[in-house]
């Protein structure tokens, strides 16, 4: 059972380029996080979204970042134009549906993607 | 906002030695989680605790959630080397569809 896969593991864009992050989440897992990390520091959450919707994306900055979860396919984080700012960990966590409890689903998270902005 | 704040920051404590680590906020939170991640990997969870006062212990770690549900500590008792890496507490909101993490504790166990 393959846990949540993330792809590349390590990129390297030059300032002005784009970065596509992909996150291939747990089968059977219909929502998907997106959390960024700086070295030494925890997560920060960026954007929650499940199949094709946008659910809650108060953490993602508004200008150069966009995230999808198509039908069909993996989740991706965009993030165009790029800054040395945003070199970073970028990590991808997967949940089964929330049934509305107040536990709230644990989080099965990817190994990242490091960002390296030259 | 929810903020959740960890401490210490940084432990560097000798084999056999026990330790507690504190994750604190001003918001109460349906659920706590406690992750372990090491380097390159994504955060691993260890535990999650419900109930204000709830204490669950993993072997030689003891997890407990304040009673009021805006803390909680992790105890590790006889520490290991293998105990070493980054111990992320993190806050589920209201509803389950939100989980906000602290800034971590370090920890690094010598042998």
């Known amino acids: 059972n393959a846990g949540v896969m993330q792809n590349p593991r390590h990129l390297v864009r030059r300032r002005g380029q784009e970065a596509r992050l992909r996150c291939s989440p747990m089968k059977g897992h219909s929502h998907v996080y997106w959390y960024r990390q700086l070295p030494e520091e925890g997560l920060k959450f960026m954007v929650y979204l499940q199949k094709e919707n946008i659910i809650d994306e108060s953490g993602m900055p508004k200008e150069r970042f966009s995230a999808e979860f198509p039908k069909e396919g993996p989740s991706i984080l965009r993030i165009q134009q790029v800054v040395r700012g945003d070199s970073a960990a970028y990590f991808c966590?997967?949940?089964?549906?929330?049934?509305?409890?107040?536990?709230?689903?644990?989080?099965?998270f990817g190994n990242g993607t490091r960002l390296t902005v030259t | 906002t929810q903020l959740l704040e960890q401490s210490p920051q940084f432990l560097s404590i000798q084999e056999g030695e026990n330790l507690t680590v504190y994750c604190n906020s001003s918001s109460v939170f349906s659920s706590l989680q406690w992750y372990r991640q090491e380097p390159g990997e994504g955060p691993v969870l260890l535990v999650t605790?419900?109930?204000?006062?709830e204490v669950k212990k993993l072997k030689r770690l003891t997890f407990q959630f304040g009673d009021a549900r805006k803390d909680s500590s992790l105890h590790i008792t006889a520490a290991q080397p293998g105990d070493t890496g980054l111990y992320l507490c993190a806050g589920v909101n209201t509803g389950g569809f939100k989980t906000i993490f602290g800034a971590g504790t370090r920890l690094f166990v010598k042998a």
């Open positions: 966590a997967s949940s089964p549906p929330v049934t509305g409890t107040a536990q709230g689903s644990p989080l099965h």
């Open positions: 605790v419900v109930t204000g006062g």
